[in-house]
Structure formats: structure tokens, C-alpha cells
């Protein structure tokens, strides 16, 4: 017997209801198909702006800093771990980090102090890709600093303005100097948006006299280095140091992020609920429609388990269809959202555990986006099909025949 064929043909008997379960889980597959592409290019898109606007992969800073940041918690011989990190394929590039006061014309705020060479950070951030006014960092302007938007507008100072930035310096004298506003940020995270200043590293540290060190080195890993490995590689060229990945350094968005996948998964399985209960009455009246020949079929020796395996492939039949059209309308949506995406501009002042929305929202393809919603839909029909397909199996023949 061939049961392929059988089921086929099955499957177009009653032409009407098959259309309809068909129909029913086409529409549930591509609108989770597009959902599933949007919601982990927002999430990826947020570990993606945290590692290479932020974070990046790896940070290393010197024992008890990252508790209570002093600049006198320095990395006293930052080249001896840069140098056998670039050996072995890393990119690294050092920063200088304080705090202080900065001032405008008739208003101040506190004020993080982040020195770095412009030329090496770009080869772990695009920070300086960020910025909506004016221009980055550049060596030979050491008295121009860039700022992050909201501090620029609690200040009410703009591209240009003269700014004065206080601190403590490493000698404990009153370190105080007028600088110029050559940039504003754009959004990028919450705590820098606020209070961070962006100076040229030789200039933070004739503020803060501190002759030698660096408080800070981000670090970006290969491509095919996974992040646990480069941590470990990390470790071994700077022991001694605290090393933590950017998930150990932000928690809470990386549990998010972690989640995504199992929220998404229980959000397909609540969706498809509703075409389970049509696809379990489109079985079931299909079943009761064909008892007499169930019964026929046992009669001539057709086992329970061939008749459950009938069931369950015209089930796969219709599911093969609707995975067919729901990619068909699924995929052009979803190649537009991954190359135009959706500008969310008026929620750029959003953020999430520190970390700021992105104001262009993109879909993702990749596999975990097509197969979450697939899976969940084959599983959701699977079980659906098995009641119809057990009761057909447990027909008793002489019963099933001289049904009417």
C-alpha cells in the first residue's frame, strides 16, 4: 500500500476544509516568521551596539577598579598584555577613565571622563561613528572633547561651546581646564548619553596627572573565537588582572538576551494553540467521515500503527503546503525589514538594563529564525493529529464497517 500517494490524495477530498486549515496555519507561520526576524534583530541589535559601541568583547581592568573606580587603580604595564594580544589576532585599545565635574556657561553635572587614543579605539568601537554633531576625536585637537547628548543638554551647550571640566588629580591637586565641544553623541547607552565626556588620552592624562597606566582595555576577539575561549586567552596574557566579558559586565541584558529564544518559542506554542484546536477538528471530522473505510482497511489486515501513520502524513501533507506558502509570503517581508528595517526614531530615548534601542530597527535571517516558528508549528500539529490518529487506529472493523 502506498501511503504517501493515499494521503495525498486524502488531503484534496474534502477541498474545502483542507483549504482552510491550510489557510489558517499559512497565516500563523508567516506573521511568526516576520515577528520572530523582528524580535531577534532587536535583541541582537542591542548585543551589537553593546559590544561594539560600549563593552566590546572582553574588558580588563586592575583588581578591586570595577568596585570602587579610582584612578589610582591603574594597569601599570598595559603594553605587556596589548602585545601578545595582537599576536594572536585580538584587537585591544587602552583607556583612561575619571571623573569629575563638568560646566557650561551657567549649568553643571557630574561627568565621567573617558581618555582614548582615536586611532587605536577605532579598532574596537564605533563610538566615534555615533556622533550626531559636529566631529570626533582627533590627536591634533587635544583641547576638543565630545560629549554625550543628554549631558550637552542639560548644559545647554552645543558643537563649538567652551566647556570646564573639574576633578582630582593623581597628586591630589585641583585639576580644572576649559576644553571646546567639537562633538554631541548620538544615542548610545544610557549612562553615556548623561555624563560622559570623551577626551584624547594624553589630554585626560595631563588633567589628572597621571604619568604612566591605563584603568581600562577593551578587547574584541576573532570572529571564530568564541567569547569563553577569548576570555580565557584574555586571562592568560594579563594574569593577576580582572577579566570579565561583556555578558559577565552586564548582567541583567544578558539573561535577557539568553531568554529570547525560550520566550519566543512559548509565544509560537500560544499562537499555534488556536490552529491546533482547527486543525484537531478538521482531523476529527475527517476521521468520523471515513470510519467505514477505516474499518474496510482493518478488515483486509491494514495494522493500527499504518493507519496512524496515514493520519499523521496527511497532517504532514497539509503542513508541508503551509510551510510552503508561509515562506512565500513570509520572505520578501522579512528581506525588506533586513535591508530597509523600520525607523523607530521616536523611541531612541529608549533603553533596557543600560542599554539604548537602536532608532533602526532591522529583522534578522538567520536558521534560529526560520526554525523556531517551523518547529513550533510541526510540534503544535503533531499533537493535534494524534488524537484523531489513535482513535482511527482503535476502530474495531465489524463496528466501523456497518457504521452509518
Given amino acids: 500500500m502506498n501511503l ?8 484534496f477530498r474534502n477541498a474545502r476544509r483542507s483549504a482552510v486549515t491550510i489557510s489558517a496555519m499559512t497565516v500563523a507561520l508567516a506573521a511568526l516568521l516576520v515577528l520572530s526576524g523582528l524580535i531577534r534583530g532587536l535583541y541582537l541589535g542591542m548585543e551589537r551596539d553593546l ?6 568583547d572582553v574588558q580588563v581592568h586592575a583588581p578591586g577598579y570595577r568596585n570602587r573606580p579610582s584612578i589610582y587603580e591603574r594597569l601599570e604595564a598595559p603594553d605587556s598584555i596589548i602585545a601578545p594580544l595582537e599576536a594572536a589576532g585580538f584587537r585591544v585599545s587602552s583607556r583612561l577613565r575619571g571623573s569629575g565635574l563638568a560646566a557650561g556657561a551657567k549649568e553643571s553635572a557630574g ?37 554625550g547628548r543628554k549631558l550637552a543638554k542639560s548644559l545647554h551647550v552645543g558643537v563649538g561651546d567652551t566647556l570646564l571640566l573639574l576633578s582630582t588629580a ?36 595631563e588633567l589628572l596627572e597621571l604619568p604612566e597606566g591605563v584603568h581600562q582595555l577593551i578587547v574584541r576577539r576573532p570572529p571564530t573565537v568564541p567569547l569563553l575561549d577569548a ?22 541584558v544578558a539573561q535577557l538576551l539568553q531568554s529570547t529564544e525560550g520566550s519566543m518559542m512559548l509565544m509560537f506554542l500560544v499562537v499555534y494553540l488556536a490552529v491546533g484546536i482547527v486543525v484537531l477538528n478538521a482531523m476529527l471530522m475527517a476521521v468520523f467521515e471515513r470510519i467505514r473505510e477505516f474499518g474496510v482497511l482493518k478488515a483486509v489486515g491494514v495494522k493500527p500503527r ?44 529608549a533603553s533596557l538594563g543600560g542599554a539604548t534601542f537602536s532608532q533602526h530597527w532591522v529583522a534578522v535571517l538567520d536558521r534560529q529564525t526560520f526554525t523556531g516558528p517551523i518547529g513550533a508549528l510541526a510540534f503544535v500539529v503533531s499533537v493535534a493529529i494524534g488524537y484523531p490518529a489513535l482513535k482511527a487506529a482503535r476502530l474495531d472493523p465489524l463496528e466501523a464497517i456497518h457504521h452509518r
Fill in 4 to 11: 504517501p500517494r493515499m494521503a495525498w490524495r486524502n488531503v
Fill in 51 to 56: 559590544v561594539e559601541l560600549e563593552l566590546g
Fill in 111 to 147: 561627568a565621567q571622563l573617558i581618555g582614548l587614543d582615536p586611532a587605536r579605539d577605532a579598532t574596537v568601537s564605533d563610538i566615534g561613528t555615533k556622533v550626531a554633531e559636529g566631529r570626533w576625536l582627533e590627536v591634533s585637537d587635544a583641547r576638543g572633547v565630545v560629549i
Fill in 170 to 205: 593623581a597628586d591630589g591637586s585641583m585639576a580644572n581646564e576649559l576644553y571646546t565641544v567639537r562633538g554631541v553623541l548620538g544615542p548610545v547607552g544610557d549612562g553615556l548619553d548623561r555624563s560622559a565626556v570623551f577626551l584624547v588620552q594624553q589630554t585626560l592624562r
Fill in 231 to 252: 576570555k580565557a586567552a584574555v586571562v592568560a596574557a594579563a594574569p593577576g588582572q580582572d577579566v570579565n566579558t561583556w555578558k559577565e559586565l552586564m548582567p541583567t
Fill in 306 to 349: 499504518t493507519v496512524v501513520a496515514l493520519v499523521f502524513l496527511e497532517g504532514a501533507a497539509q503542513t508541508a503546503i503551509a510551510v510552503g506558502l508561509g515562506l512565500l509570503l513570509a520572505v520578501p517581508a522579512l528581506l525588506y525589514l533586513s535591508t530597509t528595517g523600520i525607523d523607530v526614531g521616536s523611541m531612541s530615548a
